[in-house]
C-alpha cells in the first residue's frame, strides 16, 4: 500500500483557518457540528479536514457547511465570532485561491538530530508507551475508589481518539484544553493508550524550545513504522512561541503532537499579540474538556468512587469526601466536643441562612454562645473557644476538615463549613436566633441572598428583615425592595408591601418593574381595590417584560370575569394579549378563556378556534378544561348545522362534489355538505357514492358521528368502489362509540368481498376488536388473514398481535418467535423495532446472547428514539444476567444519560439494585435517591421502597420512616400497604 504524501503548505494553511474558526466559535465538538450540517458527513471526514490531513482542496459545499455550522453554533452561545472568520465570501475567495494554489511544490523537511533534552530510557532510546506510567505522563494523582483508574467521558473520548487516531502523514497534533481539574492530562493519556500500541515512542521535550529542535531532527522511530508520541502536558505561552507553523508542519511527517493547556492559558494566548503563539494555536486540534460531569459520568462516579459523595468533576473526584462521616463526626461531638461542635454548626446554618461568604473569627465566637445556649452546655471561656476552633480544623473523613480556610478577602481569614457537609446537614428549620444575628453582622449585599432563603424556608418575618438593610445597597435597591414588597404583602401589611412594590417598580428594569407591578395588582384585588389593580396591570403590561407583561393582561382578564363579571370583547382582548405572549403556560390557559367567553356570547365557531389554539400547546390542565368544554360546543354547532337548505343543483354531480371540495377548503361547512347532498340526488350511483362518501367524511371531522353512520350505510347500500370504503369507516365509527356488535358485523362484511388492501386492514382491526372482548380464537383468525397482506405496516401490526396472543396462550417458543421474525422481517419503521426488540429479549432469556442482541442492536439502530433507550436498557439486562457486571453498568448510565423521563429513572433503578447486589452501597443510595426524587409513579416508590430498606437494616430508623411517610402519601394500596408495615418496625422502640 502506497505511503500517503503529506499535505502541501497550503492545503495545511486552510485546514488551520479552519480551526481557528472552530476555536472562535466555542469549540463546538464533531458531534456538534454534524448535527449542524445537512448532508451530515462521517466522523472521519471532519477528522481529516480539521487535523490537515487531506491531499485534495475540499469541496466547497462541506466548506460551507462547516463555517455555517461554526457560526450556528457561536450564535447559539452568543459569541461574535470576528468578521474576517465568519465570513462566507471570505472563505470562498480562500478555497479559490486554495485550488489555485495547489500546483506548486510541497515543504521538504531538513534533516536534523535527536535533541539530548529529552527525558531517555536506559540504552539512551526514548520510552515506549508501555514503559511509562499515568505519573509520568503528568497525571497527578490516581482517582479515589475501588478501581483507582479512569471515568471515562464519552463525548470528549469520542472526539480525542479519533483525532488521534488519523492516519499521516501529515499526523495529527491534539491538545486537550479546559478549566484546572477538568481532567486534561488523564483524558488525553487514556486517549493515547487506547489508540497507540505499547511500544510507540514517546518524546517528551523540556519545553517549546526543545520541541523546536525536535522538529528538526532525524525521524527516531527506527523500523517500527508507526508514528512517534510528542508529548507536551500543561503548555505554556512561551512553549507556543517557540512553535511556529512551519515546524509543526515538519513535525507531523512523523509524529503525533498530543498535550494538555489551561483555559486561563488558552486565553492568554488568544488576547496576545505574539503572532507565532497565535499561529501555532491555530496550527492543533483543540478538544474542550467540560470541568462538570453529565448525568452519565456523575452514574460512573457513584459505581466506580468510594463513599457517599457523587463527585460533579474531575477536580471534587480527586477530592471527594464521604458527608456521612463527616455529619456523624459532627453530631457524636456535641457531647464530647460541644463548643467545636456549635462553631461548626454556626457555619452550617450561616450557609443554609443564605451568607455564602466565610465567617472571620470575631463572627464566629459571636455566634457561639448563643449555639451553646440552644445545646444546653456551660458558655466557654475564651482558651475553650479557641480549642473549639482548633477541633472543627483538624482533618477528619477522607483528610478533610469540618471547617475549612474560605478565600481570603479584606479583614484578614475566614473560615466556611465544608461544602458536603452543608448539604447532608441541611435539614429542619434554620434556628431563629441566627437569622437575627446573622442579618446584624451582614453587609446590606449579603442580605439580598439572606432574605431570598428566608423567603424560600418560608420565614417571612426575618425575610423582611434582611431586604429592609439589603435596600441600603444601591445596586440591588430594586431586588430587595421587590423580595421586601413579597415578604410584607405575605405577612399582612398592605401599605408598607405597596410602598416597597412601588420603589420597585420605580428604581428596577423591565422585569423587576413587571413583576413589582403584577404583585402590586395582585394585592390590590385581594383587597377588592379593582380599579387601583387595573392600573397596576396596565402599567405592568405596558413594560413589554416577557413573562410579566402577558401575565399582567391574564391577572386583567381573570378580574373582569370573575370579579366584575364582565363577558364583552374588551376583556376577551385581555386574554388575546396574553395568549400572543407565547409563555407555555399562560398562552393556554388564556386561549382557554377566549373560548369560554365567546361560548357565553353564542359564538360557537370562535369558541371551537380558540380551543384549537388552546389544545396546540399540550397543556395538561387546560387539556382537562378541553374535555369538558368541547364536546357541548360541537354538539351546538352541529344543531345550527342540521335543517340547513340545500346549495344549489346546478351542473352535474360532479361539479356540484368538486365544489363541495372547494367550499370545505373556504371553511363553509355547511355549504360543502349541501353540495355533497345536493350532488347525491343524481342517479347514477356511482356519482352518488361519490357524493355520500364526502359528506360521510365531512361529518367524521365535525364529529357528527351518528349522522355520518347514517350516510356511511348508504353509500354502502349504492354497491361499487367506494361500498367496501364506507363499510370500513363505519366500523371505526362504531368501534370507536363502543358498539362492538355493529363494528364486527361491518367488518366482517368487508372481509367477505375479496383480497383487497381495505380487506385486510378490516381484518386487522377486527381482530384487535375481538382481543380487546377477549375472544381470542376470532382475533387470532382474524389476525392471520391481515398478515398475509402485502402492506408491511398491517402485516407487521397483525403478526406482533399473534405473538402477543401466542405467549399469552403459551403456545410454542418457535411458534411465537415465527410471529414476531415476520414481524421483524416486514421491515415496517413502527412495528419492526418493537418486535425486534421483544424478541430480543425473549431469545436473551433462553441463552440465546448472540442473536438477541443483534435484533436489539437493529431495533436500536433504527433511529427511533424510544428505542434507542429502552434498547441499551434491555441490553442492560441482558450484560446482567450474563454476570458482566461492568458491561450491564456502563449501558444502563447510557440511558441515564438520555434523561428519558422513564427509562433514566428505570436504569437507576436497575443500577441501584446492581450496586446493592455488587456491595456498592453508597452507589446504591444516590441511585435509589435520583430514581425516588424524580417522582416517576412506577419507579419511584419501587425506588423508594428499596431505600428504605437499605436505612432500616443500617439502622437508620429515622430516615427510613420519613421515607416511608413519604412513600404512604402516594396513596398507591400496594405502596401502602409494603410501607404500612415497614413504617411499624422503623417506630418501635430498639430493644
Partial sequence: MATPQPAPGPLLHFCAGLRELKFASGAPSLGDLRRRMPSRPGASTLSELFAGKIRRAPRWELVREVVGACLEHARAGGIDVPEELGALTAWRSRHEELVRSLDGPTEQRPAGGLPGMLRMAPGNRPPRLGELGDEDLGVARRLPGTSGGYLARAHTDEEMRSMLALGGPPYPQVVAYGEDGAGKSRTAVQALRAVFPERTPVLIPRDGASLAGLASAEDP???????????????????????????????????????????????????????????????????????????????????????????RSFADALDA???????????????????????????????????????????LLRLLPAYLDALGAAAATAARAEEGLRWAQEPAAGGRALLRPAPEAAGGHRWRAAEELVEAADTGP?????????????????????????????????????????????????????????????????????????????????????????????????????????EAWRAAAATGDEFHAPMAWHQLGLMRVRKQYDLSEETESFFLEAAAGGHPELAPRSWAMVATLRDSRGDVRGALEACDRAAEWDNPRVRELLRELLPALRERLAEYTVGRAPGGSEGDAEAL???????????????????????????????????????????????????????????????????????????????????????????????????????????????????????????????????????AHVRAKAALNLALLGADHGLDDDVVDDWYRVAVDSADPEFMPSAAL???????????????????????????????????????????????????????????????????????????????????????????????????????????????????????RDEAAVLLRRLIETGRPDVVREADGLLEAAVRPAP
Fill in 221 to 311: 522511530r527506527g523500523r517500527d513504522g508507526g508514528p512517534a508520541i510528542v508529548w507536551m502536558d500543561d503548555l505554556t505561552i512561551a512553549d507556543f512561541e517557540r512553535m511556529p507553523p512551519h515546524l509543526l508542519h515538519r513535525l507531523s511527517e512523523w509524529a503525533v503532537l498530543a498535550g494538555t493547556l489551561s483555559t486561563r492559558r488558552c486565553r492568554e494566548i488568544v488576547e496576545s499579540g505574539d503572532p507565532v503563539a497565535r499561529a501555532a494555536l491555530r496550527e492543533v486540534n483543540l478538544v474542550h474538556l467540560p470541568l462538570e460531569f453529565d448525568d452519565a459520568e456523575r452514574a460512573a462516579a457513584a459505581w466506580y468512587f468510594e463513599g457517599g459523595t457523587v463527585p
Fill in 321 to 363: 469526601a464521604t458527608p456521612r462521616e463527616l455529619l456523624l463526626r459532627l453530631n457524636i461531638a456535641r457531647s464530647s466536643e460541644p463548643v467545636g461542635a456549635c462553631v461548626v454548626q454556626a457555619a452550617v446554618d450561616c450557609r443554609r441562612a443564605g451568607l455564602r461568604r466565610g465567617l472571620t473569627r470575631p463572627e
Fill in 430 to 534: 434554620v434556628p431563629r436566633f441566627l437569622w437575627r444575628e446573622l442579618i446584624d453582622l451582614a453587609t446590606p449585599e449579603e442580605c439580598l441572598h439572606i432574605g431570598y432563603e428566608a423567603d424560600r424556608r418560608d420565614a417571612q418575618v426575618y425575610a423582611a428583615a434582611a431586604f429592609a438593610k439589603a435596600v441600603e445597597d444601591r445596586d440591588h435597591r430594586a431586588y430587595a425592595l421587590l423580595g421586601l414588597g413579597r415578604a410584607r404583602s405575605a405577612l399582612g401589611s398592605r401599605a408598607a408591601a405597596e410602598e416597597a412594590l412601588h420603589g420597585a417598580a420605580d428604581e428596577g428594569d423591565a422585569a423587576v418593574r413587571g413583576e413589582a407591578l403584577v404583585r402590586l395588582g395582585d394585592l390590590r384585588q385581594k383587597h377588592d381595590d379593582f380599579v387601583g389593580a387595573e
Fill in 657 to 791: 362534489v368538486e365544489r363541495a371540495g372547494r367550499l370545505r377548503a373556504l371553511g363553509d361547512v355547511p355549504g360543502a355538505l349541501a353540495a355533497f347532498r345536493d350532488a347525491a340526488q343524481c342517479e347514477d350511483p356511482g356519482s352518488r357514492a361519490r357524493a355520500l362518501f364526502g359528506a360521510a367524511r365531512l361529518l367524521v371531522a365535525e364529529g357528527q358521528t351518528d349522522e355520518a353512520c347514517e350516510v356511511f350505510e348508504e353509500v354502502a347500500r349504492c354497491g361499487g368502489a367506494h361500498a367496501e370504503e364506507a363499510l370500513f369507516e363505519l366500523g371505526v365509527l362504531l368501534d370507536e362509540r363502543g358498539d362492538r356488535s355493529g363494528a364486527r358485523g361491518a367488518w366482517s362484511q368487508v372481509m367477505r368481498t375479496g383480497t383487497t388492501p381495505t380487506v385486510a386492514r378490516a381484518a386487522l382491526n377486527l381482530g384487535l376488536l375481538e382481543r380487546r372482548a377477549g375472544r381470542d380464537e376470532a382475533a387470532t383468525a382474524a389476525f392471520e388473514r391481515a398478515a398475509r397482506a402485502q402492506d
Fill in 838 to 956: 421483544a424478541l430480543g429479549g425473549r431469545l436473551a432469556g433462553r441463552g440465546q446472547v448472540a442473536e438477541a442482541k443483534r435484533l436489539i442492536e437493529r431495533a436500536v439502530g433504527t433511529g427511533d428514539p424510544e428505542l434507542a433507550v429502552r434498547g441499551p436498557l434491555v441490553l442492560g439486562m441482558i450484560q446482567e444476567r450474563a454476570d458482566d457486571v461492568e458491561g450491564a453498568a456502563a449501558l444502563y448510565r447510557q440511558v441515564i444519560g438520555s434523561g428519558h423521563p422513564e427509562h433514566s429513572v428505570c436504569a437507576h433503578v436497575y443500577l441501584g439494585r446492581l450496586s446493592l447486589r455488587t456491595g456498592r452501597r453508597d452507589a446504591a443510595r444516590w441511585h435509589l435517591r435520583a430514581a425516588f426524587d424524580a417522582g416517576h409513579p412506577e419507579h419511584s416508590p419501587e425506588a423508594g421502597m428499596l431505600l428504605a430498606r437499605m436505612h432500616l437494616s443500617d439502622g437508620e
